[in-house]
Nanobody
Framework: QVQLVESGGGLVQPGGSLRLSCEASGSRFSIDVMGWYRQAPGKQRELVATMASGGSTNYADSAKGRFTISRDNAKNTVYLQMNSLKPEDTAVYYC????????????WGQGTQVTVSS
């Protein structure tokens, strides 16, 4: 069982920055994909950014140019640097780890609140 511990959320003014971190532990296998999703009140959870173990990335259009995902494979940790934050970025951000073998196993963190408001 993989445990994910997130940190770094909080309250920030529009135009500000935050850095989210997520450390995974307990995995018997290397984690193929790590990433971030978010869910705003009344909306479905959506992709923000993911990064494969080989370094390839995938960003939501809303994140491109403002957010940067990075990963330390040795530490099983993924980061999300968020710049130029907007009120519409307000959401609970969830860390995800995906292990791909004969099946796909997804693991989720507990979520960290990001609020962008003046």
């Amino acid at each position: 069982q993989v445990q994910l511990v997130e940190s770094g959320g909080g309250l920030v003014q529009p135009g500000g920055s935050l850095r989210l971190s997520c450390e995974a532990s307990g995995s018997r296998f290397s984690i193929d994909v790590m990433g971030w999703y978010r869910q705003a009140p009344g909306k479905q959870r959506e992709l923000v950014a993911t990064m494969a173990s080989g370094g390839s990335t995938n960003y939501a259009d809303s994140a491109k140019g403002r957010f940067t995902i990075s990963r330390d494979n040795a530490k099983n940790t993924v980061y999300l640097q968020m710049n130029s934050l907007k009120p519409e970025d307000t959401a609970v951000y969830y860390c995800n780890s995906r292990i791909i073998r004969s099946r796909i196993d997804d693991y989720w963190g507990q979520g960290t609140q990001v609020t962008v408001s003046s």
